[in-house]
């Protein structure tokens, strides 16, 4: 869990110092801050599908993750939340909502995350995660001189989903085949595109209800890519 909490520590003290820079930027800088982020965030995502395999299942597995995140409504769920630690913090920011959940999706549904987790969980170096820690602490600085202290608090998440990911790969490890991993890093992918799309106000998609995609992938792969 090393790279984890290394990780969590890099994305807190990037946030603190963006919000200190924010107060000292104009309008102008911020709204090509978060064009760039969104380029930045499509190319990563176009990176990760680049060499993608079994597309009959990856968007078998979008269809059906999408469909189950609707109907759970996942993101007016983590809109809930956000608002709940909002109130609780006495934080005043308005973006702090768009601000949690576009840091947790960039910062989690990557292939470095899947990797980097999975490698630490079997035992293996934290080397990745670190410099995913790396990474992160630049680009929170970025994402929180714009969108606020959400930035920061996306620290919270980052260590559930990505420890969450350790853990599993501590007592599972076997589960994580390389199609697997190709095929998590595939959708994640997908995802991070569509975030993109969202930074850039291009349209609103709802990517939070997406995100179970990810484990139908997992799933699917496991069942019938063997």
Known sequence: MLGTFVNAGAVIVGGIAGMLFNKSMPDRFKTIYFQAVGLFTIAIGISMVWNMQHILIVVSSLAIGSLLGEWWNLEAGAEKMSEYLKKKLHIGSE?????????????????????????????????????????????????ASAFGVGVIVSAIPLIIFQGGITLLAMYA???FTQDIILGLTSVGGILLIGLGINILEIKRLRIMNMLPSLLIVALLLWLFAK
Do not use: H, P, Q
């Open 173 to 175: 490890g076997s589960f």
């Open 95 to 143: 973006r702090f909502t768009e601000g949690l959940i576009t840091a947790f999706l960039l910062y989690c549904i990557g292939a470095m995350t899947i990797v980097g987790a999975i490698n630490e969980g079997t035992g293996g170096s934290s080397e990745v995660l670190l410099t995913k820690s790396l990474m992160d602490g630049f680009s929170s600085v970025i994402l």
